[in-house]
């Protein structure tokens, strides 16, 4: 007698309800835009509660989405065996998680924050829920060009968080998500195209085909890069002791980058094989062998761009590279 494969515990289902790996990601945005918007890094306690209650906001507008789109989903390949079309969770109890973590996050955000981020954040629900989830995916094929806006919101967030008001750099950072968020999700459209048409979403690919649809990726990206190359303009207008104050900062930010890389290089390989290693066990250990001679390789890889970068790059006074090349070319 064949067992069942067991069934993912609620807590597991009610995770994935939130689409984390989407989270995530609009947590570095909004983590992004509080160190330019404050210059520096922000405090911690002021850090940990942005990021949480932009987590939760963001979390239950996802659960509330998928509740929107549980017929759609059932009738995706991609999405068909998330909790809901899959039938481990009920439509009330995802609206129900979906409201108490949006009332969470703004709440915390209005607590311990300030309110224009509470208030942004609670745009941003209105916006992905009502505005694309309801209006636009279902009805155009420009909804995500539209839509791509309540995406953007998190960097408005991370930025009145620490400054308690928006300036034109925030809208800035808004806009660089905004312009990247069309061809990146069109990108994906094209590999799930059948399963869109499927479930009778009007996406680009769908509607236009594939070579127009890749036109439209390559024009819009091209639009970002232009688009991000009017920040080097911007800086010729403005007198040179502002523009030194930028360019230090940005120069701060990259030193802190050289270091952080430097951890990585060091810990990552180590954390890499202790966390592959066991997973490899339990599959049959056919690929240990092979997987200790790859992590290996990336070991000595990594290790060999440490002592390339700071070993030999660091000189008397322990300056980093960066700083020593400058220093030796000649001026322009």
Known sequence: MISSPPRRTAWKDYLL????????LLLVTTFAAMIVGAGRFPAFNLVFWTLLGGGLTAGGASAINQYIDR???KAMTRTSKRPLPDGRLNGTQVVRFGIILCLAGVGILAAFVNPLSAILAAFGIFYYVVFYSLWLKPSTPQNIVVGGGAGAIPPLVGWSAVTGSLSIPAFFLFALIFFWTPPHFWALALLKERDYARAGVPMLPVVVGE????IH?????VQLVAFTLLFAFALTQIDSDRRNQIVGFFQGIADTVIQMVHWILWVGPIGVFALILPISAQ???SIIKALGIYIGMLCILYLSITVLLYGVARIGNGEP???YAKAILPAQ
């Not at 309800?17 to 995530?24: M, Q």
């Not at 070579?211 to 890749?214: A, D, G």
């Open 217 to 221: 990726i390559l024009l819009y990206s």
């Open 17 to 24: 309800l939130t689409k984390p790996i989407v989270v995530a």
């Open 211 to 214: 070579r127009e649809t890749r």
């Open 71 to 73: 017929d759609r989903d």
């Open 283 to 285: 599959a049959g250990g």
């Open 321 to 323: 590279l960066l700083r």
